[in-house]
């Protein structure tokens, strides 16, 4: 489980959060929504280690994450960032082959298909659409073998169809006990996907 307790965190003036709290289980999608600036990102930047807070703690599976060593987190969580910069021309498929074995999701054929990426893997990341490049990012976190997915902003660059094969990953995520939280500021037409929404404001 991701527990985030009572966290406190500011940018430099900036007190983004005083005492926030909220967890996610294995099994479940959670949304994260909240208007543009609110802390969406910050969230998922200190429950990914990539920040630390500075008071109350989040733990995962029990440990504090500043604890983890990056291996150790990597392990356990998955990230796709809200924005992944390709700017090295390398194919889709090298780009997924540059996950360490060890760390690889054993469903990639069907993430690949799922995410309509099977007709880009010979092409150049840097020469694919925005929305393609959005969804190679994804489907780099999905390839993942871990127990936690943290997505932030996936469908901003989606068409609706898109959307779907998406939410369809995910379910299928869930149904392997996979922990999600999903970030989007466009919410209401997604809320229904999910089994919870953490609203910030
Ligand atoms: N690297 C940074 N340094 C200082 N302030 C930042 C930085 N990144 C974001 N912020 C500020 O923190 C607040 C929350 O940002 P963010 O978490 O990206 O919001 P959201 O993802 O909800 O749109 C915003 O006011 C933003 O301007
Ligand atoms: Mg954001």
Known sequence: ????????????????????????KP???VLLSGPNGVGKTTLLQLVGGVL?????EILINGMKVDELSIKEQASIRAVAPQKRNFSLAFTVEEVINFLPKKLKAPNIDYIIDTLALRALMHRKVTELSGGEQERVSLALAFCQRAEYYLLDEPFSAQDSKSIKNIIKVIKTLQKADKGILVISHNQEALAQYFDREIKLS
């Open 1 to 24: 489980m991701i527990e985030i307790k009572k966290i406190a965190f500011k940018r430099g003036e900036n007190q983004i959060f005083t005492s926030l709290s909220a967890r996610i």
């Open 52 to 56: 630390r807070v500075q008071s109350g």
């Open 27 to 29: 099994g479940e999608a």
